[in-house]
């Protein structure tokens, strides 16, 4: 019982990091202002990064014999994270970006703790890595709004 609530957390994961990414797809193709280029950069290298945790998480659950989310639907039904729309400017986009990775965040210390609770060790260290990570991006984005 517990991959199954390990498999179901990691669809939830899923179809949040989905909604951010296409978040960060438009905080990309929609950024104006005088920090055009720095931001514009950086979010395709988060965007690009969330499309390799993406697959890693899909792949994960296969794993552990679930079967991932794959249509958009589905992503939107179960995602937490909503899609920020008409964001043009640095400030907007960096504050959705920290909205967004409190989400994730959330769900992956759930995801660490269920799995360690289960002995899935697997799941339990990639929880770990990518809570390093994305607590990193988020220092980062909040030193970029102060």
Known sequence: MKNKEIIDKLNALLANYQIYYQNLRGFHWNIQGKHFFQLHAKFEELYL????????????ILTIEGKPLHAFDDYI???TIKAKKDVH???????GIIEDLNNIVSYEREIKELAAEAGDDATED??????????????????WLK
């Open 77 to 79: 039904a179960t995602a």
């Open 126 to 143: 990639l929880m770990t890595g990518f809570i390093d990570e994305q607590e990193k991006t988020l220092w980062m984005m909040k030193a």
């Open 89 to 95: 400017d640095g400030e907007g986009a960096v504050s």
């Open 49 to 60: 990064d969330s499309a390799q945790k993406i697959d890693t998480i899909a792949e994960r």
